[in-house]
């Protein structure tokens, strides 16, 4: 059996997506019963030289939207990074899933061979598909969905492993 790269893309994002939501929904409410400003959530990083929360969701949904859009051969949406609250850090949630929803699976035919053009670490990168999805957006994704989820676990929000897999 072979999985396609439809399938190792676009409903692994939107599942992780989705817990992730669930994440913020968990933080945002132990922010409102603590008593909490969710700014002190919203700008926690876990060291002086990270990303905040809101930085880390801001790129998790970059690698979600991105990698599905180059696959398929679509022009990759930008979002302005200008999400300052839950609210809107949700909102870009729900965006992301919604583009991950517009997506087919015979749009990635083929792409797990398809030449890759992007940046890294400054330079200009050609990669086939499969290798990019593998090893670039997934592993890229994963950190930052970790690393927003570290943070607020660090800052005392009530989160488990269920939660993170989006079981609960």
């Known amino acids: 059996m072979t999985i396609s790269m439809y399938e190792a893309s676009v409903p692994v994002f939107s599942a992780r997506l989705k ?7 968990t933080a945002e409410q132990n922010a409102l019963d603590r ?6 959530f919203l700008t926690a990083r876990l060291a002086p030289d990270m990303f905040a929360l809101t930085r880390q969701v801001q790129i ?6 991105g990698a599905p859009s180059r696959l398929a051969g679509r022009e990759v949406p930008r979002y302005e990074d200008n999400e300052a609250s839950f609210a809107e850090i949700q909102a870009r ?3 992301t899933l919604d583009l991950l929803g517009t997506f087919s699976a015979p749009e990635f035919d083929g792409s797990d061979d398809k030449i890759i053009e992007l940046k890294l670490g ?9 290798q990019y999805l593998l090893h670039v ?8 969905l970790t690393t927003a989820y570290d943070i607020l676990r660090h800052n005392g929000v009530p ?6 897999l989006g079981t609960r």
Do not use: C, W
């Open 19 to 25: 817990a992730l939501s669930n994440v913020l929904a």
């Open 137 to 144: 957006a997934m592993p890229n994704f994963y950190f930052h």
């Open 93 to 95: 949630i729900t965006k």
């Open 35 to 40: 008593k909490i400003d969710p700014q002190v």
């Open 60 to 65: 998790a949904t970059d690698h979600a939207k």
């Open 122 to 130: 400054g330079r200009e990168s050609s990669i086939p598909g499969l």
């Open 159 to 164: 989160l488990g492993k269920a939660t993170f």
